[in-house]
């Protein structure tokens, strides 16, 4: 937990104290953590995200899911490992295709 002080102009502090009566019993800290939970859905950043690769030796041709670029019996692609969490590439539920990405298109994720 962390103080945190912030400055409201006075129709954000009244409707902060209705929302925080209405439905907090009247906790302010609680309707501000919501309004931020609530925030981060609509804004479509919240979601599943790559936080990491495996690599994988494939077995038949596959193409690069990023960069469509062709790979052969072999090679070694990277599986992407999603977790939950924010960002601006967040998806809303888990790719069902089969996704490995080349080395450069994985690369690119963490840049
Ligand atoms: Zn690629």
């Not at 400055?7 to 800290?29: I, M």
């Not at 979601?47 to 790979?71: F, L, M, N, R």
Request: aromatic share 10%; with cysteine; charged share 25%.
């Amino acid at each position: 937990m962390k103080r945190m002080n912030f400055t409201f102009d006075a129709d954000t502090v009244d409707l902060l104290d209705e929302l925080a009566q209405k439905f907090y019993g009247g906790n302010k800290s609680q309707t501000v953590r919501a309004a931020l939970e609530s925030l981060a859905v609509h804004a479509g950043h919240e979601g599943w995200v790559i936080t990491g690769y495996t690599p994988q030796k494939i077995e038949d041709h596959v193409d690069c899911h990023s960069c469509g670029e062709a790979h052969h019996k072999g090679e070694v692609l990277y599986r992407p490992v999603f977790e939950r969490g924010s960002s601006s590439k967040a998806m809303p539920t888990i790719p069902e295709e089969n996704w490995l990405d080349c080395p450069k298109c994985a690369e690119k994720q963490f840049q």
